[in-house]
Nanobody, 121 residues
């Protein structure tokens, strides 16, 4: 069974930094695009950043220049380095990955459980 496990959330002051990690585990044949999304109460989940298997990246306008997404294919892990954090970055951050599992042999979307990021003084 494929799982995504996130870590690295927490409380940080405005202007501070956090690094999120998300590791995929299980019987995995291939991981395509990986990404981070975030959600606040009463709002739809929104894209933060994505990175393809060839390391092409895409960012939401609101985080460009402040956040950096990267991945380690050997570890099946995606990272989100968040700098210059603002109170409006407060949200639950979710990891997503498009994975071909050996059990299914089809490309499917998987989500992590979410990690809380709170930016407050």
């Amino acid at each position: 069974q494929v799982q995504l496990v996130e870590s690295g959330g927490g409380l940080v002051q405005p202007g501070g930094s956090l690094r999120l990690s998300c590791a995929a585990s299980g019987r995995i044949l291939f991981i395509n695009t990986m990404g981070w999304y975030r959600q606040t109460p009463g709002k739809q989940r929104e894209l933060v950043a994505t990175i393809t298997s060839s390391a092409s990246t895409n960012y939401a306008d609101s985080v460009k220049g402040r956040f950096t997404i990267s991945r380690d294919n050997a570890k099946n892990t995606v990272y989100l380095q968040m700098n210059s954090l603002k109170p409006e970055d407060t949200a639950v951050y979710y990891c997503n990955a498009e994975i071909v599992a050996i059990a299914t042999m089809s490309l499917e979307s998987y989500w992590g459980q979410g990690t809380q990021v709170t930016v407050s003084s």
